[in-house]
């Protein structure tokens, strides 16, 4: 998990709230990921971003959004558009074009278990 | 579209013996084909990729795997298992076909349990 931190580790949601997960990374990574994991469902890509200020939607975007205003910290916001939101979200970065690009692989945080009232 | 299967949920082996997690992929480009582990409630981490080259690719902890593009597969093995490699695996594939690059798809992972 070295490099890239999530916090909190568990967080807890009221019906119709919004919440935001945080994800830094100080490994100078250019590209940055969201997944989601459900039991039985691997990982769902959520969001992802290959640059600063420059981000794209996955398989998955609806209820959720994003920024990345600095290169270091990609936050993901959970909307209360997002029906289900209950469960395990992992962040990851990765090296840029100038290293390789998709060449690379990815190094994940130790995730954020999110959890509904 | 890509996508990435991995037919087994679990995969059983005694601890000792040879192991093969299974993958197959489909992409409209030519992958790049990762390997990941899973410990319960952590992150992944990363085991092993083929970009290209050599279809046999090691990587940590005595882990191998295979490419194989006739049969569209990247099948993870390892000669001799330990009970220490029960974990969830993931496969991962990007496609240099699709536009972007970068977007990753993983399989649902294959859940392994080595038997002391």
């Known amino acids: 998990d070295g490099g890239i931190t999530q916090s909190p580790k568990y967080l807890f949601r009221k019906e119709g709230q919004n919440v935001t997960l945080s994800c830094e990374q100080n490994?100078?990574?250019?590209?940055m990921y969201w997944y989601r994991q459900d039991p039985g469902q691997g990982l769902r890509l959520i969001y992802y971003s290959q640059i600063v200020n420059d981000f794209q939607k996955g398989d998955i975007a609806e209820g959720y959004s994003v920024s990345r205003e600095k290169k270091e910290s990609f936050p993901l916001t959970v909307t209360s558009a997002q029906k289900n939101p209950t469960a395990f979200y992992l962040c990851?970065?990765?090296?840029?074009?100038?290293?390789?690009?998709?060449?690379?692989?990815?190094?994940f945080g130790p995730g954020t278990r999110l959890t509904v009232l | 579209a890509q996508s990435v299967a991995q037919p087994e949920d679990q995969v059983n082996v005694a601890e000792g013996n040879p192991l093969t997690v299974k993958c197959t992929y489909s992409?409209?480009?030519?992958?790049?084909l990762f390997w990941y582990v899973q410990y319960p409630n952590r992150g992944l981490q990363f085991l092993l990729k083929?970009?290209?080259?050599?279809?046999l690719v090691k990587g940590s902890y005595g882990f191998e795997a295979e490419f194989n593009k006739s049969q569209t597969s990247f099948h993870l093995k390892k000669p001799s298992a330990l009970v220490s490699d029960s974990a969830l695996y993931f496969c991962?594939?990007?496609?240099?076909?699709?536009?972007?690059?970068?977007?990753?798809?993983f399989g649902a992972g294959t859940r392994l349990f080595v038997k002391a």
């Open positions: 990851a970065s990765s090296m840029g074009w100038v290293a390789g690009g998709p060449n690379n692989e990815q190094f």
């Open positions: 490994l100078n990574h250019d590209a």
């Open positions: 991962a594939v990007r496609d240099t076909g699709h536009t972007g690059g970068f977007k990753t798809i």
């Open positions: 083929y970009i290209t080259g050599d279809n």
């Open positions: 992409v409209s480009g030519n992958p790049y």
